[in-house]
């Protein structure tokens, strides 16, 4: 399991109706604290680097009440959303670290969040749904993301 510090949602200091929205429609985020190896479906090894903040938003949070970011599907999300961020994987074979599928799309990532659920999972439905929602929602945190500067996160031991 990845080692993921909870971000507090800013409410100190806030009006009640304000405290109310965020409580309502703000999103917990989660940093990765420590790089964290992970093994696709197809065996390939990937690292979510370290800093490294997701909060599982590819879908809209009236569905988190459903299907929880940060319960089973704590693990899909995170790597769709890293993916979402940043449009590639970095892996690792032999001792070799790397850039894995740049520029995959939108279709392909959004599929891995349904492929890895179902291979950690094993819950076909709720996978399959998932997936549909994101293929329905997840199009404007795409397009979000894309337009954003992103600051390139390495992993440990990755050498230019």
Known sequence: MPKLRPLAIKTQKRTLFSKLWRLIFNR???????????????????????????????????IWFLFSPTGLLLIPVM??????????????HNNKIYKLKIGNGFFRWSALIRDVGIARNELFIIDYTIWLICISFGWINWLAFQKKDKKELKPEGFDN
Do not use: M
């Not at 990765?32 to 809209?60: A, C, M, T």
């Not at 790597?79 to 690792?92: E, G, M, P, V």
């Open 79 to 92: 790597l769709h959303d890293f993916c979402f961020r940043y449009n590639y994987f970095w892996a690792t």
């Open 28 to 62: 917990r985020q989660w940093q990765v604290i420590e790089d964290w190896h992970y093994i696709l479906p197809n065996n390939r090894q990937i690292i979510i680097p370290k800093g490294f903040v997701f909060d599982g938003s590819s879908y809209p949070a009236i």
